[in-house]
């Protein structure tokens, strides 16, 4: 039975290698999980080799593969072809495969759920769920998480002014833009995805 931190440790080496398409090193698995030492993670890698999850090649540069019963990718689905959304257009199967680690996975991305219509213009919707990439500079006109002041966080349209301060834009008409000296407002990170599920 592996552990909570030892289940994500597999996880990660698997979603790793969904999107790389090699092992990662340890210092990356550390840095995925958040731990600082490569010592724990060593065990973790151990514990998983141990159990079959896992096989190791010492000496290899990035030796860890997937045992073939990790190797049934979770994040892949069929791309049966294209639909209409406008006139509609003849059916034809297709045949390939869609890696969804490629778009949503990755150590440095994490997922918030939006709680407000603030951003519903842009197609993101209160109840929604927001695929982050973590860093601290994004281009004007990218859809950013903004910490104002060290204590609120808001996802918005980035925009920046001549004078130095930074507006961030609502993408719905009834907010009015929030204006900020540049030193008052942090980015966090990018929206580079978005899911939505229409489950009852």
């Not at 204006?179 to 995805?193: E, L, M, S």
Request: overall charge neutral; glycine content about 10%; hydrophobic content about 40%.
């Amino acid at each position: 039975m592996l552990s909570n931190r030892e289940q994500d440790a597999l996880a990660f080496i698997r979603d790793f290698i969904g999107l790389h398409g090699h092992a990662p090193l340890l210092n990356e698995i550390a840095a995925g999980l958040g731990i600082h030492s490569k010592g724990t993670v060593h065990r973790y890698v151990q514990t998983l080799a141990r159990d079959g999850h896992i096989t190791l090649f010492p000496g290899r540069h990035r030796g860890i593969t997937l045992n073939t019963d990790q190797q049934d990718a979770p994040w892949v689905l069929p791309l049966l072809g294209r639909i209409a959304a406008g006139r509609p257009i003849e059916a034809i199967p297709g045949h390939d495969t869609l890696n969804l680690a490629e778009f949503f996975m990755g150590p440095d991305r994490f997922v918030l759920r939006v709680s407000g219509d603030s951003m519903i213009d842009a197609g993101i919707l209160d109840g929604d769920m927001v695929i982050i990439k973590r860093c601290e500079r994004a281009n004007d006109g990218a859809i950013i998480v903004a910490l104002i002041d060290g204590e609120q966080a808001t996802l918005k349209r980035l925009r920046r002014g001549k004078d130095g301060s930074v507006t961030l834009l609502a993408e719905n008409r009834s907010y009015p833009p929030m204006i900020y000296p540049a030193d008052r407002v942090r980015i966090q990170g990018i929206v580079v995805g978005q899911l939505r599920s229409y489950q009852q």
